[in-house]
């Protein structure tokens, strides 16, 4: 069965600290994982995707199929980076996206 | 940036009675979603709809739960009885292509069941 597992509910850094946002999951195909960002009072957004190896804001996520794992993280992280990150997870026909329960970061001077 | 765009914001149902969610999603978009989330809870899919019919739901999307694309532009979600346990933010979302493609999602419609 298709399951993200996000175990932090909330994550407190201060400022210039580093950031990472853990996630597992279980899926029996090749996975497209996505992490997704909803800042507060605004909706949810593609923050990155694991296909296009890409760097958004400062973060970065590697896929880890040996550890199941798609961790996100940021070498220092700024006040405006609070909100809520959700990892996510696509089954193989792209008919179906496939959240964690999110991760609320927190990130104070 | 195009957004996808749900009405109403908010909306207050009493136990039972019907509701219908709208969602017009990006002009070009082909795939669209809903999906609902309980307050403290994750964001739950509901359902997935591309050529006019349903492409895959989830135990949540019962009998109660219908969709519909009734013009070519609006997406609906209707639930024939509302209960309780339906008080959720409703996600509509729309992508381009199926595969790898960055999903837009709405701002939500507040769904309270009295």
């Known amino acids: 069965a298709q399951r993200v597992t996000q175990p932090e509910k909330l994550l407190s850094v201060f400022k210039g600290a580093p950031v990472e946002l853990k996630c597992n999951y279980s899926?029996?195909?090749?996975?497209?994982l996505f992490w997704y960002v909803q800042y507060s009072r605004q909706r949810l957004q593609l923050l990155l995707r694991?296909?296009s190896r890409e760097s958004i804001k400062g973060f970065t996520a590697d896929l880890n199929k040996g550890e199941t794992s798609f961790h996100l993280k940021k070498p220092f992280a700024q006040e405006e980076d609070s909100a809520m990150y959700y990892c996510?997870?696509?089954?193989?026909?792209?008919?179906?996206?496939?959240f964690g329960k999110g991760t609320t970061l927190s990130v104070s001077s | 940036e195009p957004e996808v765009t749900q009405t109403p914001s908010h909306q207050v149902t009493q136990m039972g009675q019907e509701v219908i969610l709208r969602c017009v999603p990006i002009?070009?978009?082909?795939?669209f979603y809903w999906y609902r989330q309980i307050l403290g809870q994750k964001v739950e899919f509901l359902v997935s709809f591309y050529n006019n019919e349903i492409s895959e739901k989830s135990e949540i999307f019962d009998d109660q739960f219908s969709v519909e694309r009734p013009d070519g532009s609006n997406f609906t979600l209707k639930i024939r009885s509302t209960k309780l346990e339906d008080s959720a933010m409703y996600f509509c979302?729309?992508?381009?292509?199926?595969?790898?493609?960055?999903?837009?999602f709405g701002s939500g419609t507040q769904l309270s069941v009295l």
């Open positions: 899926y029996s195909g090749s996975p497209e």
């Open positions: 996510a997870l696509s089954n193989q026909a792209g008919t179906a996206l496939i």
């Open positions: 002009s070009n978009h082909l795939y």
């Open positions: 979302a729309s992508k381009v292509a199926r595969l790898n493609e960055k999903l837009f």
């Open positions: 694991h296909i």
